[in-house]
């Protein structure tokens, strides 16, 4: 059976989230992270359940590597707005985190616009 940091660290690399972004996330010094990883401790429950919902996954899958839980689901859950497109869509679940950040960059270059916009009618 994997250890805890076994199966997060390659969560965690994956994501692009570093051990100083992990100890703010569980709000904790960065050499206590250290000092997990190194003596494999686990953090408390409340502690890996704030990681896990940042990494858009559950606990059980960070302390086992497996979870009876679509992590996708627990996507949609915190984003019902993006929930009911992926229905009306008929998408995958695993897709919504695409979706999710595709339409965050549509919404992004859409705002660009409108300030160029805005600019170039008062300039």
Do not use: C
Request: net charge neutral.
């Amino acid at each position: 059976m994997s250890t805890f940091w076994e199966t997060t660290l390659p969560i965690l690399q994956k994501q692009g989230i570093s051990q100083a972004d992990v100890a703010r996330i569980v709000e904790r010094p960065p050499n206590t992270i250290s000092n997990w990883i190194r003596r494999n401790t686990e953090p408390s429950a409340s502690e890996a359940l704030k990681l896990a919902r940042h990494l858009n996954t559950t606990v059980e899958q960070l302390v086992t590597g497996e979870t009876s839980v679509d992590p996708a689901d627990i996507y949609i859950k915190k984003n019902p707005e993006l929930r009911s497109i992926v229905i009306k869509l008929g998408l995958h679940p695993e897709l919504v985190p695409r979706v999710d950040g595709f339409l965050a960059g549509v919404m992004d270059q859409q705002a660009y616009k409108d300030a160029e916009q805005n600019a170039s009618k008062t300039g």
